[in-house]
């Protein structure tokens, strides 16, 4: 399958829609604002269109994306429909730099791959890869110029979800001036701002902010002030009551610390400990979770290190130290 342009591809896309009438959508596992978000756009723009779309996903996601209008649609299941491949003109995957993300192993039917990551194994049908797009919401909204579909305030609200969730609402360098173009087009139709900040930002579970808490207070430094590291261990989650989706987000605390260049959250886990890693620029934490067989991209990564939370540190602080070797401290 060669490569097609993003505009290329976007066309494609398009195309693939106007000729089918049944669809089925799917992003990755433990699905984000981007993931849900532009799911919920694709699926509202077919729907305009007369078609059927129905969107699933392999795991539930947290409360504040469950205010897009539309998430209590969203189907939470560990299966992919009985009726698919057969009934269905295509799957659309979102935001899946490979199909396993989606959490369904096997895909037999046409898939139409959606996604902005720089890595992605291109194995859809149509493969729609644009890497400077700010989020996929923001692709399906460039697709959509293809189709013509009116942007009604629903759409135009799950796009905007995924373009401020995925930009670290307009903070992170992803924020372009194609970031602040796509958001002014959802706002002109209808999305808003303040609102869906309410929505994410400023109604966490009060159980979040009680993990939270106890994982400060293990906040350890490390080389100068250049390397935080945290932990989280299951007794935390007991003591806050907190479930799987509270501690998403603890470890960026690490990185806002002035002078720290790459942040780790140890987080106990079935066969040893949950590493994510967050960095910034500059640092690359990809390749030290690839070197343990995890993933991510250069500023925020993940693996699992076999060993307890101590005997993890241990392993992994010599190697943030080289990561972080020779780099300007702003
Ligand atoms: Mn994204």
């Known amino acids: 399958m060669s490569e097609l342009t993003p505009e290329a591809a976007a066309l494609a896309v398009a195309e693939r829609i106007r000729s089918g009438s049944r669809f089925l959508i799917t992003s990755h596992r433990n699905p984000d604002g981007d993931a849900i978000g532009s799911a919920l756009a694709l699926q509202g723009i077919i729907r305009k269109l007369g078609k059927s779309a129905e969107v699933i996903v392999r795991d539930d996601f947290g409360k504040p994306l469950h205010r897009m209008p539309g998430a209590d649609g969203v189907v939470i299941s560990d299966s992919l429909p009985a009726d698919y491949p057969d009934a269905y003109d295509a799957l659309f995957t979102m935001e899946c730099p490979e199909h396993e993300r989606t959490g369904f192993p096997v895909l037999p039917g046409p898939v139409i791959n959606i996604?902005?990551?720089?890595?992605?194994?291109?194995?859809?049908?149509?493969?729609?890869?644009?890497?400077?797009?700010?989020?996929?919401?923001?692709?399906?909204?460039?697709?959509?110029?293809?189709?013509?579909?009116?942007?009604?305030?629903?759409?135009?609200?799950?796009?905007?979800?995924?373009?401020?969730?995925?930009?670290?609402?307009f903070r992170y360098s992803n924020t372009t001036m194609r970031a602040f173009e796509g958001a002014q087009e959802m706002i002109r139709a209808g999305a808003d701002p303040a609102e869906i900040s309410l929505w994410i930002n400023e109604s966490l579970p009060l159980s979040s902010i009680r993990l939270l808490g106890l994982c400060l207070n293990t906040l350890k430094m490390h080389d100068g002030g250049r390397i935080a590291t945290m932990e989280l261990t299951d007794a935390f989650f007991a003591e806050a009551q907190a479930s799987k989706e509270d501690s998403e987000g603890v470890v960026n605390y690490g990185r806002m610390i002035d002078g720290v260049l790459v942040a780790a959250m140890l987080k106990e886990a079935d066969g040893g400990t949950r590493v994510s890693m967050r960095a910034k620029p500059g640092v690359d934490v990809q390749k030290i979770a690839a070197s343990f067989g995890g993933g991510g991209h250069k500023a925020a990564a993940g693996c699992l290190i076999p060993l307890p939370i101590d005997g993890a540190r241990a392993t992994l602080v010599p190697l943030l130290e080289a990561a972080v070797k020779g780099v300007a401290t702003s």
């Not at 189709?147 to 305030?153: F, K, P």
């Not at 759409?155 to 995924?162: E, G, K, L, P």
């Open 115 to 169: 996604d902005h990551h720089l890595g992605n194994k291109l194995y859809g049908e149509v493969n729609f890869l644009d890497l400077d797009a700010p989020s996929v919401g923001e692709m399906v909204l460039r697709m959509n110029r293809h189709l013509g579909v009116e942007i009604d305030a629903d759409i135009a609200t799950a796009m905007y979800v995924s373009l401020a969730t995925d930009t670290g609402f």
